[in-house]
C-alpha cells in the first residue's frame, strides 16, 4: 500500500515562497499521476497542480499559474510544489496525491491515495 508523506508547510508573509515535498513509498512511483490539492478551513479541496510520471506534462489551476510549478524526482519517488509569491488565499492545508491511471485529473475522485496534509499559512 502507498504512502505519501507531504512536508516543508509553514508559515510565511505575502509574496514570500515555499516549497512543498511529497515522499512516496510502499510501490512503484515511476508510473503514477500525482498531484497536489489544498483545503481552506470551511472550503472544499481543491486541486492545485498535476503532473504525469515523465514529468514533461503539468496542468494547474487558474488560480496559481505562473506563481506555483509541480516537480518530481522519481529516483527520489519524491514530488514537489514550489509556490512563489504566496498571498494570504493561498493559506490552507496541502494534500499530495497519487492517481494509478493514466492522464492529469482534477477531481478528488480521480486520485486513488493521499497523504494527511501539510500546513501553509501566508499573513498579510
Known amino acids: 500500500q502507498v504512502q505519501l508523506v507531504e512536508s516543508g508547510g509553514g508559515w510565511v508573509q505575502t509574496g514570500g515562497s515555499l516549497r512543498l515535498s511529497c515522499a512516496a513509498s510502499?510501490?512503484?512511483?515511476?508510473?503514477?499521476?500525482m498531484g497536489w490539492f489544498r483545503q481552506a478551513p470551511g472550503k472544499e479541496r481543491e486541486f492545485v497542480a498535476g503532473?504525469?510520471?515523465?514529468?514533461?506534462?503539468?496542468k494547474y489551476a487558474d488560480s496559481v499559474k505562473g506563481r506555483f510549478t509541480i516537480s518530481r524526482e522519481n529516483f527520489k519517488n519524491t514530488v514537489y510544489l514550489q509556490m512563489n509569491s504566496l498571498k494570504p488565499v493561498d493559506t490552507a492545508v496541502y494534500f499530495c496525491?497519487?492517481?494509478?491511471?493514466?492522464?492529469?485529473?482534477?477531481?478528488?475522485?480521480?486520485?486513488?491515495?493521499w497523504g494527511r496534509g501539510t500546513q501553509v499559512t501566508v499573513s498579510s
Open positions: 496525491a497519487l492517481r494509478d491511471r493514466r492522464g492529469v485529473r482534477t477531481t478528488e475522485a480521480d486520485f486513488d491515495s
Open positions: 510502499g510501490r512503484t512511483f515511476n508510473n503514477a499521476v
Open positions: 503532473v504525469t510520471w515523465s514529468g514533461t506534462y503539468t
